[in-house]
């Protein structure tokens, strides 16, 4: 069955860095695009990033458009997010999510992780 | 950006009943592609429905979607006690941004 850990949380200062993981298996991992989605604490969904199944494209929201970078390791099964020039407003949990279609992606989430809280707080 | 607004904000009902969760576009989503999504508390969305009509697998049967331009609606014919929880609609008609509406909360009465 499809798996997607996310790992890499934590609490970070404005201003900083930090890259979070999302480890899958399950499927073949080369063959889908794949999202990062988060959600501020009592909010609702925020769609982040998403890379195409060959890491040939990728593209962001206008929030995170220059700070976040989305990338993957197809011979590791392994996506993902780096954050840099950190904001209050970046706080979140962040969950991985395959795409429902195989090769260019569709935009929509067929599975999720459990997600990852990223604090960021002075 | 296609903005999504889900109306009601809340609905309370007794299991058994009929629940009906609307979904407006700001402009069509002429593609069809609207997913619907249901998360409980301290847990990740699963997806429900998708291209509109479609249910992903493990959905039951007691969901379906409908819709197309710009209102869409999630019906859950009768709802479960299972079915509390918050349902987010989401639009992904051709380009990126991807949004999501504002949710949907579905409480026991």
């Known amino acids: 069955q499809v798996h997607l850990v996310e790992s890499g949380g934590g609490v970070v200062q404005p201003g900083r860095s930090l890259r979070v993981s999302c480890t899958t298996s399950g499927f073949t991992f080369s063959r889908y695009g794949m999202h990062w989605v988060r959600q501020a604490p009592g909010k609702g969904l925020e769609w982040v990033a998403t890379?195409?199944?060959?890491?040939?494209?990728?593209d962001y929201a206008d929030a995170v458009k220059g700070r976040f970078t989305i990338s993957r390791d197809n011979f590791e099964n392994t996506l993902y997010l780096q954050m840099n020039s950190l904001r209050v407003e970046d706080t979140a949990v962040y969950y991985c999510?395959?795409?429902?279609?195989?090769?260019?992606?569709?935009?929509?989430?067929?599975?999720w992780g459990q997600g990852t809280l990223v604090t960021v707080s002075s | 950006e296609i903005v999504l607004t889900q109306s009601p904000a809340s609905l309370s009902l007794s299991p058994g009943e009929k629940a009906t969760l609307s979904c407006g576009a700001s402009q069509s989503v002429s593609s069809g592609h609207l997913a619907w999504y249901q998360q409980k508390p301290g847990l990740a969305p699963r997806l429900l429905i998708y291209?509109?009509?479609n249910r992903a697998t493990g959905t039951p049967d007691r969901f379906s979607g409908s819709g197309s331009g710009t209102d869409f609606t999630l019906t859950i014919s009768r709802v479960e006690p299972e079915d509390f929880a918050m349902y987010y609609c989401?639009?992904?008609?051709?380009?990126?941004?991807?949004?999501f509406g504002q949710g949907t909360r579905l409480d026991i009465k």
């Open positions: 890379i195409w199944y060959d890491g040939t494209n990728e």
């Open positions: 999510t395959r795409d429902l279609a195989d090769y260019a992606p569709a935009g929509t989430f067929d599975y």
């Open positions: 291209d509109t009509t």
């Open positions: 989401q639009q992904y008609d051709f380009l990126p941004p991807f949004t």
